[in-house]
């Protein structure tokens, strides 16, 4: 080898930044372009090319309905790497941690409403299970989207859904502790399953989770059921908490409702990019038309057994107003 | 009563399993993303993971983690370390980097391919805080080298080698696609999180840790071992599904993927760590040899794993327990002589002193790999480099992608244990790759390797150019003698003394 061209010179970033003008953040550096399943889109993955999983891969993945030239232009408004992303929630978490602390000291449990506490037994620990199903869905989303930072959203948005998982289940303990006869940790599985406030976010949980295609199943959750669970428990159940002196409730649930905001951001971004390619504003307008009916039952079903509510009248309204703000709906 | 211990709450937080009624349980959770394998529900609940951590605990560790290994790499970056470090060092790190960071953040997927499809609702927490540990390996480890960019274009490689055809990431594809990315959710809790975790990393990344400190390089010794004090908490998933597998009656098909998975981890291994410690490593920081640093750390706690659980050594244990003396030597000797196709420059490790090294960790290397340097070393001194680097290309074993090798010399056992399948021809380097092969011909059947693609005429022009463009390797990427053949006797830094 020796008529060898000019050795290429070295770059003060990746190859992939290098035309940027602007210089890379730690988020460009960390997060951009690396799902290398989307190198060969005719072949995800480096085996038999007619392996079923490549087959699930081409058609969940490569050839959904979304189209957009280059996914991997999407960037998380919020630009959170792994990093940055546990020392806020370590943050968040001190401050919820407080919040259980100091209001166990007051005795909190023993001040609010006896009524009240039964109400919870039906109306908000059983949400471990639905919080539980986002938490998989997001996982599913995550490993199904088209780049990589989208994936990282989901990876965190996940992480979320077991955080508020893990709150439901401590208030789950210490509730049971605050009346042992009411079953607290036992039958959230029943009232789950059972109970009809729970069957409309049920049947639309189960149904989102069976939907394969990277981008409706990013609908379903991220446009239409998580709108709708984090306007019914953060919201309307939080509102009737309050005038059940249930500050806790209402506290947790705006610190929860932090991270629905963000989910809310970076989704709304993703829409924002999709809308940019013809085609794409029918397709998701179909979509979420199609969904959200069924949320909006969920939402009634839900909201109307609670008593002291407004039967979701202002669930439905901000779910519909964020997806309204989205161009998704007139 | 204040604040609630964790032991109080946990067990529900794991509680989460409930039963379907708008879709068929079947649908959610098909059996190819979920493996359940016939098991019910309920058993898969019986998933009690050893190692337990609740959300606020995890970012409350992982911050004070990343905090220490970020503020490593910040007090240190101004001392400029890599511009004196070994070559061969600088070597060890593009070789790790390129094959590992944007591996380790796919293994994310794998991980979430746990948390939405596994039927233990402990598995699918667990597998949440692991997509997020191996989030985290790969942008770390994206974030360390990107400070390298500047110094040469082979530390593009960090970020770029796993989106090429080079050969040795087409390898690792193969491995790491076959391992994590097209299996069910059980076979994934047991290849990647039991075979190839708590089997090989878990152990690699202390010795790499070791050897990084034993070099000088603090900055990434911190980030080695930082990485790898969260590898016990995800590696955990495989023993309770093994453990479910076994006592269901599975035990057959847990060995299976066991046995495959293993000889794979193995094989890739040999090519990239191997070399690493027995070639690369400078003469005077090397604590261990290869097959040492394998019978301390590997195989002992991978047979007493195995013991504990009531499953069998792989039934070609003997045989891999003997190939520990041969298969690295031959993988290296393979990377230096076509060290124009990686894109780190290898490090011959092949002077007087370090081949008495070689001597005495693995008697008979002289009579056999020893040959082939001797010739290597006589062409280079006579100003033949020519003659040391390739014309063609190596025949390459279709499951591991790796080059066919054995031992030369006096002890010459090459070998391609060839099979006819459905009309084509393919080439092993072991009769452990064919088996591997015959347990599920369709996963790979249709897979071509670079040579296949070669000589099926897909790369062109059809010349080692062609071939170096076509896996993306220009002049300032490819490799070359990382010391400039000073081991030989010859070369600048013999010149200037």
């Not at chain 1, 290398?36 to 995800?44: A, F, I, L």
């Not at chain 2, 380790?104 to 391919?113: G, H, L, M, N, V």
């Not at chain 2, 495989?238 to 597998?245: A, C, F, T």
């Amino acid at each position: 080898m020796t008529a060898t061209p000019e050795p290429l010179k070295p770059l003060k970033t990746w190859s992939h930044l290098a035309d940027r003008r602007k210089r890379p953040s730690e988020y460009d550096i960390v997060s951009t372009r690396l799902h290398y399943r989307r190198r060969n889109p005719d072949v995800p993955w480096e085996l038999d090319p007619d392996l079923p999983m490549n087959d699930w891969y081409r058609k969940y993945c490569n050839e959904s309905p979304l189209k957009h030239p280059d996914w991997d232009l999407f960037q998380d408004p919020d630009q959170l790497v792994y990093r940055t992303y546990n020392i806020l929630q370590d943050g968040q978490e001190a401050y919820v941690g407080g919040l259980f602390d100091q209001f166990s000291d007051r005795g909190h449990d023993e001040m609010i409403p006896n009524e009240w506490i039964e109400t919870l037994t039906a109306f908000y620990t059983p949400a471990r299970y639905l919080y539980h199903g986002l938490q998989m869905g997001s996982a599913y989303v995550a490993q199904m989207a088209p780049a990589s930072t989208i994936t990282t959203c989901l990876y965190l948005q996940s992480a979320d859904s077991l955080r508020w998982v893990t709150h439901t289940c401590y208030r789950t303990v210490e509730l049971s502790k605050a009346r042992p006869d009411l079953g607290f940790g036992k039958n959230e599985r029943a009232h789950w399953e059972d109970d009809p406030q729970w069957q409309g976010f049920r049947r639309l949980l189960e149904e989102g989770l069976v939907v394969w295609d990277w981008a409706e199943s990013f609908v379903v959750f991220n446009l239409v059921l998580k709108p709708a669970v984090e306007e019914a428990l953060l919201g309307t159940l939080a509102d009737v908490a309050r005038s059940n002196n249930d500050t806790l409730y209402s506290l947790l649930s705006q610190a929860q409702m932090r991270d629905a905001e963000r989910h809310r951001r970076w989704a709304s971004r993703l829409v924002e990019m999709a809308l940019a390619v013809d085609g794409n504003r029918e397709w998701l307008r179909g979509r979420v038309a199609a969904w959200t009916p069924k949320a909006e039952e969920a939402i009634r079903a839900y909201c109307g057994a609670l008593k002291e509510s407004d039967g979701g009248e202002a669930a439905i309204e901000n779910m519909l107003a964020f997806q309204r703000g989205l161009g998704l709906r007139d | 009563m204040s604040k609630l211990a964790s032991n109080e709450y946990y067990d529900l937080v794991r509680t989460t399993n409930w039963t379907p009624r708008y879709v068929p349980e079947s649908e959610l959770f098909p059996e190819m993303m979920s493996g359940a394998r016939g098991i019910p529900a309920e058993a898969w609940e019986s998933f009690d993971e050893p190692y337990k951590v609740t959300y606020s605990d995890y970012v409350a560790t992982q911050r004070e983690k990343d905090a220490g290994a970020y503020s490593v790499k910040a007090a240190l970056e101004r001392a400029n370390y890599i511009d004196d470090a070994d070559p061969g060092w600088v070597s060890t790190l593009q070789a790790h980097y390129g094959a590992l960071a944007v591996a380790e953040y796919a293994a994310a997927t794998a991980e979430a391919r746990m948390a939405r499809f596994s039927r233990a609702p402990g598995n699918r927490n667990m597998a949440t805080f692991g997509m997020l540990d191996e989030m985290r390996h790969g942008q770390i480890q994206l974030f360390f080298p990107h400070e390298h960019t500047k110094r040469s274009r082979q530390w593009d490689w960090a970020y770029k080698a796993m989106h090429t055809n080079e050969w040795a990431a087409v390898a690792a594809r193969h491995m790491f696609d076959d391992m994590m990315f097209t299996r069910d959710s059980v076979s994934v809790a047991i290849m990647l999180t039991f075979a190839f975790e708590t089997g090989f990393t878990n152990m690699q990344f202390l010795g790499l840790a070791a050897d990084a400190a034993e070099a000088g390089d603090h900055t990434f010794a911190s980030l080695i071992s930082s990485i790898q004090t969260d590898e016990s908490r995800h590696a955990q998933q495989g023993g309770p599904v093994l453990k479910i597998l076994i006592e269901n009656g599975k035990k057959d098909e847990a060995q299976k993927m066991i046995d495959v998975i293993f000889w794979r981890a193995w094989k890739l291994f040999s090519v990239l760590t191997g070399p690493i410690l027995d070639y690369y490593t400078p003469l005077e920081h090397r604590k261990q040899s290869f097959k040492e640093f394998m019978q301390e750390w590997i195989i002992g706690q991978f047979e007493r794993q195995l013991n504990d659980l009531g499953l069998d050594l792989p039934w070609y244990w003997d045989e891999f327990i003997r190939a520990l003396d041969e298969t690295h030597h031959g993988m290296h000797m393979g990377v230096w002589y076509w060290r124009p196709t990686v894109w780190w420059n290898p490090a011959a490790g092949a002077s007087p002193e370090e081949r008495e090294w070689l001597e005495s960790k693995y008697p008979g290397w002289n009579a056999t790999f020893g040959r082939c340097w001797d010739v290597i070393t006589e062409n280079l001194q006579k100003g033949r480099e020519d003659l040391t680097l390739p014309e063609t290309l190596p025949t390459i074993c279709n499951m591991c992608n790796l080059p066919v090798v054995g031992a030369p010399g006096d002890g010459w056992n090459v070998k391609d244990y060839q099979l006819v399948h459905e009309g084509r021809l393919y080439h092993f380097g072991s009769e452990v790759d064919r088996w591997c092969f015959q347990q599920d011909p369709e996963r790979y059947k249709g897979h071509m390797s670079v040579v296949d693609r070669f000589l099926a005429g897909e790369i062109q022009p059809q010349n080692l150019a062609g071939a170096l463009l076509y896996m993306g390797l220009a002049p300032g990427e490819i490799g070359s003698d990382a010391h400039n053949y000073a081991w030989a006797g010859v070369g600048k830094q013999q010149a200037a003394e």
